[in-house]
Protein backbone atom coordinates (compact mmCIF):
# COMPACT_ATOMS: atom_id res chain seq x y z
CA UNK A 1 0.00 0.00 0.00
CA UNK A 2 1.14 3.35 -0.56
CA UNK A 3 1.78 5.70 2.48
CA UNK A 4 -0.95 8.51 2.91
CA UNK A 5 -0.16 12.10 2.70
CA UNK A 6 0.12 12.31 7.07
CA UNK A 7 2.82 9.58 6.43
CA UNK A 8 4.35 11.09 3.84
CA UNK A 9 5.24 14.37 5.82
CA UNK A 10 6.74 12.15 8.71
CA UNK A 11 9.25 10.38 6.71
CA UNK A 12 9.82 12.27 4.27
CA UNK A 13 13.36 14.59 4.14
CA UNK A 14 13.34 18.43 4.06
CA UNK A 15 14.96 18.28 0.77
CA UNK A 16 12.76 15.68 -0.94
CA UNK A 17 9.34 17.71 0.66
CA UNK A 18 11.00 20.54 -1.32
CA UNK A 19 11.05 18.94 -4.03
CA UNK A 20 7.48 16.79 -3.82
CA UNK A 21 5.65 21.10 -3.28
CA UNK A 22 7.41 21.47 -6.09
CA UNK A 23 6.09 19.49 -8.59
CA UNK A 24 2.57 19.32 -7.11
CA UNK A 25 2.25 23.47 -7.34
CA UNK A 26 0.57 25.53 -9.50
CA UNK A 27 2.40 26.89 -12.44
CA UNK A 28 3.28 30.89 -10.70
CA UNK A 29 4.80 29.10 -7.81
CA UNK A 30 8.20 29.85 -7.14
CA UNK A 31 9.46 26.66 -4.03
CA UNK A 32 12.27 29.04 -3.00
CA UNK A 33 9.93 31.86 -2.06
CA UNK A 34 6.98 31.23 -2.83
CA UNK A 35 5.63 34.41 -1.48
CA UNK A 36 7.54 36.20 -3.60
CA UNK A 37 6.43 38.57 -6.84
CA UNK A 38 7.14 41.33 -8.43
CA UNK A 39 4.17 43.95 -8.01
CA UNK A 40 3.52 46.43 -10.81
CA UNK A 41 1.12 49.72 -8.97
CA UNK A 42 0.46 52.25 -11.77
CA UNK A 43 -0.42 55.75 -10.26
CA UNK A 44 -2.60 58.52 -12.52
CA UNK A 45 -0.90 61.31 -10.76
CA UNK A 46 -2.71 64.12 -13.35
CA UNK A 47 -5.62 64.37 -16.08
CA UNK A 48 -4.88 65.90 -19.40
CA UNK A 49 -7.24 66.99 -22.66
CA UNK A 50 -7.42 64.08 -23.67
CA UNK A 51 -5.91 61.41 -21.04
CA UNK A 52 -3.68 61.51 -18.13
CA UNK A 53 -0.37 61.28 -17.04
CA UNK A 54 0.89 58.01 -14.65
CA UNK A 55 3.96 56.99 -13.03
CA UNK A 56 4.52 53.42 -13.34
CA UNK A 57 6.50 51.28 -10.71
CA UNK A 58 7.80 47.83 -10.31
CA UNK A 59 8.75 46.59 -7.45
CA UNK A 60 10.77 43.50 -6.57
CA UNK A 61 9.67 41.92 -3.98
CA UNK A 62 11.81 38.52 -4.62
CA UNK A 63 14.50 37.52 -1.65
CA UNK A 64 16.56 35.52 -4.33
CA UNK A 65 15.96 36.67 -7.51
CA UNK A 66 16.96 40.03 -9.17
CA UNK A 67 16.10 40.95 -12.81
CA UNK A 68 19.49 40.85 -15.02
CA UNK A 69 21.35 43.08 -18.61
CA UNK A 70 19.91 43.45 -20.52
CA UNK A 71 16.57 43.79 -18.20
CA UNK A 72 13.22 43.85 -18.39
CA UNK A 73 10.61 44.80 -20.92
CA UNK A 74 7.18 45.44 -19.25
CA UNK A 75 4.00 44.75 -21.82
CA UNK A 76 0.41 45.20 -21.56
CA UNK A 77 -2.76 45.74 -24.15
CA UNK A 78 -4.83 48.46 -24.14
CA UNK A 79 -8.75 48.29 -23.28
CA UNK A 80 -9.77 50.80 -26.07
CA UNK A 81 -7.66 53.05 -28.20
CA UNK A 82 -5.44 54.62 -26.24
CA UNK A 83 -2.22 55.75 -27.90
CA UNK A 84 1.15 56.66 -25.39
CA UNK A 85 1.99 60.39 -26.14
CA UNK A 86 5.32 60.66 -24.50
CA UNK A 87 7.82 58.55 -21.60
CA UNK A 88 10.50 59.47 -19.30
CA UNK A 89 12.88 57.03 -17.67
CA UNK A 90 11.45 54.14 -20.50
CA UNK A 91 10.70 54.22 -24.19
CA UNK A 92 8.71 51.19 -25.84
CA UNK A 93 10.48 49.07 -28.23
CA UNK A 94 8.09 49.82 -31.59
CA UNK A 95 6.00 53.32 -32.29
CA UNK A 96 3.76 51.27 -34.35
CA UNK A 97 1.19 53.37 -36.66
CA UNK A 98 0.77 56.47 -35.92
CA UNK A 99 -0.24 57.55 -39.50
CA UNK A 100 -3.81 59.22 -38.20
CA UNK A 101 -2.06 61.58 -36.61
CA UNK A 102 -1.09 65.01 -37.99
CA UNK A 103 1.72 67.25 -36.56
CA UNK A 104 2.05 65.95 -33.22
CA UNK A 105 3.34 62.11 -33.21
CA UNK A 106 2.74 59.57 -30.79
CA UNK A 107 5.71 58.31 -29.11
CA UNK A 108 3.78 55.18 -29.11
CA UNK A 109 -0.01 53.87 -31.59
CA UNK A 110 0.32 50.08 -31.03
CA UNK A 111 -2.45 48.32 -29.43
CA UNK A 112 0.08 46.05 -27.33
CA UNK A 113 3.23 48.05 -26.28
CA UNK A 114 6.11 46.50 -25.19
CA UNK A 115 8.46 48.50 -22.57
CA UNK A 116 11.96 48.67 -21.65
CA UNK A 117 14.29 51.08 -19.03
CA UNK A 118 16.38 53.38 -20.13
CA UNK A 119 20.12 52.98 -19.95
CA UNK A 120 22.37 54.40 -17.61
CA UNK A 121 23.95 58.08 -18.58
CA UNK A 122 20.52 58.57 -19.80
CA UNK A 123 19.88 63.16 -19.77
CA UNK A 124 18.76 64.34 -16.52
CA UNK A 125 15.44 65.85 -18.86
CA UNK A 126 14.75 62.30 -19.68
CA UNK A 127 15.01 60.95 -15.76
CA UNK A 128 12.37 60.17 -13.28
CA UNK A 129 13.55 58.81 -9.92
CA UNK A 130 14.22 55.33 -10.13
CA UNK A 131 14.91 54.49 -13.90
CA UNK A 132 17.58 54.37 -16.35
CA UNK A 133 19.09 51.62 -14.97
CA UNK A 134 19.70 49.16 -18.21
CA UNK A 135 16.20 46.63 -16.75
CA UNK A 136 18.24 45.85 -13.71
CA UNK A 137 16.12 45.46 -10.39
CA UNK A 138 17.56 43.77 -7.80
CA UNK A 139 15.75 42.37 -4.53
CA UNK A 140 13.75 44.53 -3.05
CA UNK A 141 14.22 47.27 -4.85
CA UNK A 142 12.26 49.11 -7.90
CA UNK A 143 12.35 50.39 -11.36
CA UNK A 144 10.36 53.28 -12.44
CA UNK A 145 9.19 55.48 -15.66
CA UNK A 146 6.16 58.09 -16.43
CA UNK A 147 4.25 57.71 -18.94
CA UNK A 148 1.75 60.42 -20.72
CA UNK A 149 -1.33 58.46 -22.07
CA UNK A 150 -3.80 59.89 -24.85
CA UNK A 151 -7.19 59.09 -26.26
CA UNK A 152 -7.94 57.65 -22.75
CA UNK A 153 -10.33 58.42 -19.96
CA UNK A 154 -10.34 61.61 -18.17
CA UNK A 155 -11.66 61.11 -14.77
CA UNK A 156 -11.63 57.50 -12.42
CA UNK A 157 -14.98 56.70 -14.09
CA UNK A 158 -13.90 56.82 -17.75
CA UNK A 159 -10.55 55.85 -17.77
CA UNK A 160 -9.86 51.73 -18.31
CA UNK A 161 -7.46 49.57 -17.18
CA UNK A 162 -4.75 47.81 -19.75
CA UNK A 163 -5.30 43.84 -20.01
CA UNK A 164 -3.10 41.21 -20.49
CA UNK A 165 -0.04 42.25 -18.36
CA UNK A 166 3.30 40.43 -19.35
CA UNK A 167 6.76 40.54 -18.13
CA UNK A 168 9.96 39.44 -19.82
CA UNK A 169 13.23 39.43 -17.87
CA UNK A 170 16.56 37.45 -19.26
CA UNK A 171 16.58 33.59 -19.70
CA UNK A 172 13.48 31.40 -20.01
CA UNK A 173 9.84 32.50 -19.84
CA UNK A 174 9.12 32.61 -16.24
CA UNK A 175 6.76 35.19 -15.00
CA UNK A 176 3.09 34.98 -15.23
CA UNK A 177 1.15 38.28 -14.17
CA UNK A 178 -2.38 38.66 -13.26
CA UNK A 179 -5.00 40.91 -14.18
CA UNK A 180 -4.75 44.38 -13.34
CA UNK A 181 -6.76 45.77 -9.93
CA UNK A 182 -7.61 49.14 -8.80
CA UNK A 183 -6.82 49.65 -5.50
CA UNK A 184 -7.02 52.56 -2.91
CA UNK A 185 -5.34 55.52 -4.86
CA UNK A 186 -1.44 55.83 -3.30
CA UNK A 187 -0.57 58.87 -1.13
CA UNK A 188 2.30 60.66 -1.91
CA UNK A 189 4.33 62.60 0.93
CA UNK A 190 6.34 65.78 0.24
CA UNK A 191 10.06 65.51 0.98
CA UNK A 192 9.41 68.21 4.24
CA UNK A 193 6.75 65.90 5.72
CA UNK A 194 4.78 68.69 5.52
CA UNK A 195 2.10 68.23 2.78
CA UNK A 196 0.30 64.64 1.43
CA UNK A 197 -1.59 64.58 -1.84
CA UNK A 198 -2.72 61.27 -3.76
CA UNK A 199 -2.85 59.85 -7.17
CA UNK A 200 -6.05 60.43 -8.90
CA UNK A 201 -6.35 56.47 -9.70
CA UNK A 202 -4.19 53.18 -9.02
CA UNK A 203 -4.20 49.85 -9.96
CA UNK A 204 -2.00 47.09 -9.40
CA UNK A 205 -0.68 44.11 -11.36
CA UNK A 206 1.38 41.06 -9.45
CA UNK A 207 3.63 38.87 -11.18
CA UNK A 208 4.85 35.86 -9.88
CA UNK A 209 7.98 33.23 -11.14
CA UNK A 210 7.38 29.76 -11.83
CA UNK A 211 10.06 27.22 -11.62
CA UNK A 212 8.27 24.87 -13.54
CA UNK A 213 6.98 27.44 -15.94
CA UNK A 214 10.99 27.91 -16.78
CA UNK A 215 11.74 24.48 -17.15
CA UNK A 216 9.46 23.89 -19.61
CA UNK A 217 11.49 25.94 -22.19
CA UNK A 218 13.55 23.74 -24.20
CA UNK A 219 17.77 24.60 -23.75
CA UNK A 220 18.64 27.24 -26.43
CA UNK A 221 15.16 28.75 -26.87
CA UNK A 222 14.98 32.27 -25.79
Known amino acids: M ?10 TTPTV ?11 AYDALDPNGNIT ?25 RHIAAPGWTLGWTWAKKEVIWSMMGAQTTE ?29 YNQQIANCCKGGVINS ?3 SSFQISVGAAGTTDKTVR ?18 PAKIVKP ?6 DGRRTTRAMMTWKVTCKYSQSL ?9
Open 186 to 191: TKFVTS
Open 40 to 64: IKWDVISWTPDGYVAVVTMFNFQRY
Open 161 to 178: VPKNFTLEAPGPPGYTCG
Open 17 to 27: LLLFFSFTSTE
Open 140 to 142: WDA
Open 95 to 123: QGDCSRYKGNIPHCCKKDPMVVDLLPGTP
Open 214 to 222: AQKTPPGCP
Open 2 to 11: GLSFRSLLRV
